[in-house]
């Protein structure tokens, strides 16, 4: 089973986001990501170029910035910004 873990930043720009796109990331973020058996099968989820353990999740503008360990079988939900300044800050 895999374990998420929510940082503080992350819950706080949750709560910065738009009713829709913050509807779409709690729905993923609070019910589908504890619920996959393998957080890497699913088909949204990308690498990041250059980084082995940071993916992105799109929901339109917005980026939902992870951090995935196979070993520890750990998922890191880090931060949800904006698509011109989520490269700025994650990872």
Same mark, same amino acid.
């Given at each position: 089973m895999?374990?998420?873990v929510y940082k503080k930043v992350f819950l706080h720009e949750l709560k910065k986001l738009p009713k829709d796109v913050r509807a779409q990331v709690e729905e993923f973020a609070f019910t589908i990501l504890p619920a996959t058996a393998d957080p890497?099968?699913?088909p949204n989820i990308q690498r990041l170029t250059g980084h082995r353990e940071f993916y992105r999740v799109r929901f339109g #503008?917005?980026?939902l910035g992870l951090r995935i360990d196979p070993q520890a079988r750990v998922v890191e939900c880090c931060r949800v910004k904006h698509r011109? #300044?989520?490269y700025r800050f994650f990872p």
């Open positions: 895999w374990r998420v890497l099968t699913l #503008d917005y980026r011109k #300044d989520i």
